[in-house]
């Protein structure tokens, strides 16, 4: 069974370019979870959906940043415009149940603002 | 708060050698979680602890559930040195039924 799917693995862009990150979940799992990974901060939780609706957004840092999931397949996050210290790594995570605590993280999209 | 404190934060050890660390935190949790980090890779769940005083085992990987609901421990034995990477412990927001606070993981090395 395919794990949940991440693209781009690695972006580099300028400061001020606007970038989309993707991800779709496993197959059957409602719900569907953006985290950010830093050295300095670990990992945080920015926004996660249940049944493609967005349930906390607390973790989003500022209006630069917005998530969609658009169907139960499929999300983006995106940043507009992008600034040097949104350089990290990107983690989309989903679980097959509302209120299931056993996340499935995908690869990572690792983004290098310059 | 709901803050989850790993340590040791870093291991360096011997192949052969068996390998502890534990998670703890000043809040009750319902679940522990352990994740397995490698280089260049996301998290991996390792296992899920639902029981005070649960001990679940995944191949060489023990983990418990402490009876005060305030930590977790996970063991390794005979280690090897694909058992290389960040493990984590997570256990779920008390002001949310879905989403996990996370440690700051402890950073495994294993020589041959």
């Known amino acids: 069974d395919a794990g949940v799917i991440q693209s781009p693995r690695h972006e580099v862009t300028e400061m001020g370019q606007e970038v989309t990150l993707r991800c779709k979940p496993i197959s059957g799992h409602n719900s569907l979870f953006w985290y950010r990974q830093t050295m300095m901060r670990g990992l945080e939780l920015l926004i996660y959906?249940?049944?493609?609706?967005?349930?906390?957004d607390s973790g989003m840092p500022e209006d630069r940043f917005s998530a969609k999931m658009p169907n139960a397949s499929f999300s983006t996050l995106k940043i507009q415009p992008s600034e040097p210290r949104d350089s990290a790594v990107y983690f989309c995570a989903s679980s097959r149940l509302a209120g299931d605590h056993e996340q499935f993280f995908g690869p990572g999209t690792r983004l290098t603002v310059l | 708060g709901q803050q989850l404190n790993q340590s040791p934060q870093s291991m360096f050890i011997q192949e052969g050698e068996d390998v502890s660390m534990n998670c703890t935190s000043s809040?009750?949790?319902?679940?522990w979680l352990w994740y397995k980090q490698e280089p260049g890779e996301g998290p991996v769940l390792l296992i899920a602890?639902?029981?005070?005083?649960e001990l679940t085992s995944n191949g060489r990987l023990t983990a418990q559930f402490g009876i005060t609901r305030k930590d977790s421990f996970l063991n390794i034995s005979a280690s090897i040195p694909s058992d290389v990477g960040i493990y984590f412990c997570a256990g779920p927001k008390e002001d949310s039924g879905y989403a996990l606070n996370f440690g700051k993981g402890t950073s495994l090395l294993v020589t041959p």
């Open positions: 809040s009750i949790f319902n679940t």
């Open positions: 602890l639902y029981k005070a005083g």
């Open positions: 959906f249940n049944n493609n609706v967005p349930i906390d």
